[in-house]
Nanobody
Framework: QVQLVESGGGLVQPGGSLRLSCAASGSFFRINAMGWYRQAPGKQRELVATVTSGGSINCADSVKGRFTISRDNAKNMVYLQMNNLQPEDTAVYYC???????????????WGQGTQVTVSS
C-alpha cells in the first residue's frame, strides 16, 4: 500500500502565505502524477494543481499566479506554496498521487487525509 501524509495547513490572514507538504511512503514502482485538490464546505472536491514525474504542471485558473506546485522525485514529496491567500481559498486540502505500484500493471490513485487551510481576518 501507499500512504500520503500532508502537513503545513493552518489559519492565515488574507494576503498571507502557507506551504503545504506531502510525503509518499510505501512500496511502489513509480509515482506518476502528484498533486493537490481541495474541498470547501458544501462544494465538490476540485483540482488545485498537479505535476507529473517529468515536471509537467497543471493548475486551476483560480490559483494560477498565486500558488506554485513543486515536486522532489527522489524524496517522493510534493509541495504547494500558497501566496496571497484569500478567503475563498479556505478548504481542506488533499494530497493525491497516481501510483504505479507494480511495473506493467495499471496505476492506482491514493489520497491523503487532508489538511485544513483557513483564510480569515
Amino acid at each position: 500500500q501507499v500512504q500520503l501524509v500532508e502537513s503545513g495547513g493552518g489559519l492565515v490572514q488574507p494576503g498571507g502565505s502557507l506551504r503545504l507538504s506531502c510525503a509518499a511512503s510505501g512500496s511502489f514502482f513509480r509515482i506518476n502524477a502528484m498533486g493537490w485538490y481541495r474541498q470547501a464546505p458544501g462544494k465538490q472536491r476540485e483540482l488545485v494543481a498537479t505535476v507529473t514525474s517529468g515536471g509537467s504542471i497543471n493548475c486551476a485558473d483560480s490559483v494560477k499566479g498565486r500558488f506554485t506546485i513543486s515536486r522532489d522525485n527522489a524524496k517522493n514529496m510534493v509541495y504547494l506554496q500558497m501566496n496571497n491567500l484569500q478567503p475563498e481559498d479556505t478548504a481542506v486540502y488533499y494530497c493525491n498521487a497516481d501510483v504505479l505500484v507494480r511495473q506493467f500493471l495499471p496505476s492506482r490513485n491514493y489520497w491523503g487525509q487532508g489538511t485544513q487551510v483557513t483564510v480569515s481576518s
